[in-house]
């Protein structure tokens, strides 16, 4: 497999999966900063850190996409990367969201919110608000709107009071002091529906009285004034106007109208509010206070400094407004004046865009408590829509001077109008896992939907089974047997066990272990009456199915199959008994590994995070685990043990898979694309593999799309490799959206296809050029890759669903012609 090695690859386009469209999009909202500061706050610390970003989708899931940089680096290439997914309920859809802070008190006013600092609100054109819990991925709690369907959800800038717009014309406000949700009150009803919300700056209580009190007093009030009040809340609604709202007495203050055409109401779909009281609107007549779209603006967010806005909506078309000064036409030299001019327009989705979000987020905010944020570092802008796409484009104001730094790497200027843009690749699976699998030894690929599943033989482009199933979620785990005999898969909770009988060359009928749920239940304590899994798994053999349930556990159950039976029953599963309780290496206090009872037929252990990922070794030994914590966790299956703990790395680990000519040689890929190697055997990184790790070439750490994958070249039959030694013949393909790069361990480190320039003499080169001139070599030719795994030796399955494609299922766009229209 050097060199010149010819590959056969299977470029598979015939797979129809499609990612659903990005309804909304949101950031964590930053502390407010201490009421006694009085001075504007520059937020050092913050400039190289990014929030996490939380986005909708039309099904129903909500993805929790992670910054992949540092503190200490600010540019990070990869930028979000998805790291978990929370599946929404079978029928649902997200049509809006909201982030607030659990304890706001706790946080100081430069510190950014984590995912395990917020609460996730949620709701999908019904009247049920939803609390998610992220850490677990399950719904915590809903409450009933009281006012019917939800349309439109705000939350205050002090994360303490969660509004909701109504469709009887309502304003509900819910308490979310000390982690309670809870209705608060109503204010006064208005005749049309709340489509959009947004709070105006808050005010330091007792400052509007300030006039009114006496100097003896002064001192008295001091400690109220350490209190923000909430002072006004402003709501676009669908009879041509929008409203503002008293927040103390519930009553209606102003009523301001939007244009008409021919009689028709005007809906006012996006309003934004800026610290010195300023409303902005976006209308159904393409309208931002004035002509500005062809089509319904249907999303705004405000810039970071307050100083510049951003709307779209169903023409495609992305503009900034920005405030500049102006001097006055009567008196140019003695006077000047503000005024919001249009500065730039993009079009980078190809159809309506639904959600728009900034980094960092502006707070509506006095001008004495506002934030400043530094100017050499471009916030961050991301887009969302119809289209399937996250973009995410630099959006520094065109006014800057200074060299800007742009944290996407995508060019060298940051201004929005001229930088470069980029899209976060869309994930075929959950917790930006791999949706699809092969079958290697009978040559399927499974492919797993929302709430349905095909399978597909190679390298004929027609499919031998499509199955809807009755889940109560969308699907979170599938997995297929080496042999096509196995199929699992599981929504959030619940898991399906499936025998496939060949009824011809081009049909495969299913046949459910129907009691498969019922055996798991018994081999788990405490279980619910439903559990899922976050991973599925078939061992090299096809004889065991590896389970991580979503409760914590690790399953490894035997597989056996009786041909004279019609049915596939109970006694299908079987497993062995052992009542050892083997301690965990790296576990918490108080956490166990636990194996079975000795009542019960199967391996468990319990460990304290969501796996999101798992690798079996080709000879059946060893199993790897990675979660949602970052740590990765090596089990022997002969001994059926805990075997050891790796390192908690900085980066989530997006790819695990053991080198088929050194089995206990562990492969991981990172979201920032940096790899590691583990010899699992001796419970350490082996010596020859640190200065490859360390030295990886700056264009394959730099890639945009982060890895989703890896695959090992199968070993020669006559492979006699020990992966101890200096010389170690493994081939490696990483592969993300846009790229497959090929790495040959024993290649010498240092330069490989990569670097340009090569400042050696020539002996030198000419010694290593023979070993390394074809190590990480990139090919880009691929869009976008669903998956890349070998299928046998010299033999590649490449499978694609070009963006194209995508769209080609989607309605046509909003297309106005500008000459000649009728």
């Known amino acids: 497999m050097e060199g010149t090695t010819t590959l056969a690859v299977h470029r598979c386009r015939f797979v129809d999966f499609s990612p659903s469209s990005v ?46 940089g540092s503190a200490s680096v600010v540019e990070a290439p990869q930028a979000w990367v998805l790291r978990k997914t929370l599946s929404g309920l079978i029928p649902s859809k997200v049509d809006s969201l909201a982030l607030t802070l659990k304890c706001p008190v706790d946080l100081r006013g430069d510190d950014i919110p984590s995912i395990s600092d917020l609460r996730l609100f949620s709701t999908g054109g019904g009247s049920e608000l939803i609390e998610w819990d992220m850490v677990h991925t399950t719904i915590r709690r809903s409450i009933s709107s009281q006012g019917g369907s939800i349309w439109s959800i705000a939350t205050n800038p002090a994360s303490t009071v969660l509004a909701l717009g109504c469709e009887d014309g309502s304003i509900h406000l819910l308490s979310l002091e000390y982690d309670t949700l809870r209705h608060l009150r109503r204010l006064d009803r208005s005749k049309s529906r709340i489509l959009t919300l947004a709070w105006g700056p808050p005010f330091l209580r007792g400052s509007r009285d300030r006039v009114h009190t006496t100097h003896d007093q002064d001192d008295s009030s001091d400690e109220d004034e350490d209190e923000w009040q909430d002072s006004w809340i402003v709501a676009g609604c669908s009879d041509s106007s929008l409203r ?35 409303i902005i609107s976006g209308d159904s007549l ?7 779209h062809g089509a319904d603006v249907l999303c705004l967010v405000v810039g970071s400094e307050g100083t510049s806005v951003y709307t779209s909506g169903i023409d495609q078309k992305v503009s900034q407004f920005s405030l500049i000064k102006s001097s006055s036409k009567s008196d140019p030299i003695s006077s000047s004046y503000t005024k919001w001019v249009r500065t730039a327009t993009k079009r980078m989705h190809s159809h309506d865009v639904r959600g728009l979000s900034m980094w960092p987020p502006y707070s509506p905010l006095p001008p004495s408590h506002q934030r400043a944020f530094r100017t050499d570092i471009a916030p961050l802008l991301v887009s969302g829509g119809l289209d399937m796409c996250i973009v995410v484009t630099p959006a520094a104001l065109p006014r800057s001077t200074a060299r800007i730094t742009n944290p996407l790497a995508t060019s060298v ?82 898991m399906k066990l499936f025998l496939l009988r060949t009824e011809s060359s ?41 389970v991580a ?46 194996d079975s009872d000795s009542g019960t037929d199967d391996y468990r252990w319990t460990l304290p995070a969501m796996i999101t990922r798992m690798a079996v070794s080709p000879d059946g030994q060893w199993l790897a685990t990675t979660d949602d914590h970052m740590r990765t966790h090596i089990f022997n299956l002969d001994s059926v043990q805990h075997h050891s703990s790796l390192p908690s790395f900085p980066q989530p680990a997006h790819a695990l898979a053991f080198a088929p000519s050194a089995p206990s040689l562990l492969i991981l890929g990172f979201a920032n694309n940096t790899v590691e190697v583990y010899d699992v055997e001796v419970r350490q990184f082996p010596a020859w593999s640190r200065a490859l790790c360390a030295g990886l070439p700056k264009r394959f750490t730099h890639l945009h799309d982060a890895i989703l994958g890896v695959t090992l070249a199968p070993a020669s039959v006559d492979s006699t490799t020990d992966q101890r030694s200096e010389n170690v013949n493994v081939l490696a393909l990483f592969w993300g959206a846009t790229w497959l790069c090929k790495v040959q361990f024993d290649a010498p480190v240092g330069w490989g296809g990569f670097e340009k320039k090569r400042r ?19 090919i880009t030719q691929y869009r976008q890759i669903l998956l890349a795994e070998f299928l046998a030796a010299g033999e590649l399955v490449v499978v694609e669903r070009p963006l194209t494609d995508v769209l080609a299922g989607l309605p046509p766009p909003y297309f106005k012609p500008k000459y000649g229209a009728s």
């Not at 393409?286 to 500005?292: C, D, R, S, Y």
């Not at 041909?563 to 301690?583: F, I, K, M, Q």
């Open 506 to 546: 081009i049909d495969l009928k299913p046949v459910r272990v129907r009691d498969f749920q019922a055996i798991l239940r018994e081999r788990l304590p405490d279980a619910p009456s439903t559990c899922g899994a976050s991973a599925l798994l078939f061992s090299p053999d096809c004889s065991k199915l590896i």
């Open 23 to 68: 309804t909304a999009l949101a950031f964590p909202p930053l502390p407010l900063l201490s009421t006694k500061r009085k001075q504007k706050a520059t937020t050092e610390g913050m400039a190289s850190m990014f929030g996490p970003l939380i986005v909708g989708r039309a099904n129903g899931n909500i993805e929790i996409y992670e910054w992949t």
């Open 413 to 494: 200027t940051a201004t929005f109008g001229d930088a470069y843009h980029r899209r976060i690749a869309y994930s075929s699976g959950v917790h930006g896992t791999v949706g699809l699998h092969l079958a290697k030894g009978a040559r399927l690929v499974l492919s797993t939907g929302d709430t349905g599943l095909a399978v597909w033989r190679l390298p004929e482009k027609f499919s031998l089974l499509e199955m809807d199933l009755r889940v109560q979620t969308n699907l979170v785990a599938s997995a297929i047997s080496d042999d096509g005999r196995w199929l699992a898969v599981s929504d959030a909770f619940e």
């Open 286 to 292: 393409g309208m931002v206070n004035f002509e500005a």
């Open 244 to 278: 503002k709202w008293d927040v103390s007495s519930g009553r209606i203050l102003d009523r301001m109208g939007t244009d008409k055409v021919k009689g028709e109401r005007t809906l006012v779909w996006a309003v934004g509010v800026l610290g010195d009281g300023t």
């Open 760 to 778: 050696r003499r020539r002996s030198e080169v000419a010694e290593r050029d023979r070993g390394a001139a074809h190590n990480f070599k990139l």
């Open 549 to 594: 349930t979503t409760t914590g556990f690790v399953l490894v159950l035997d597989l056996v199959f009786d041909p004279v039976s019609a049915e596939v029953e109970g006694r299908a599963l079987t497993g062995r008994r052992n009542g050892v309780d083997h301690e965990m290496d790296g576990s918490e206090p108080g956490q166990d590994v636990h």
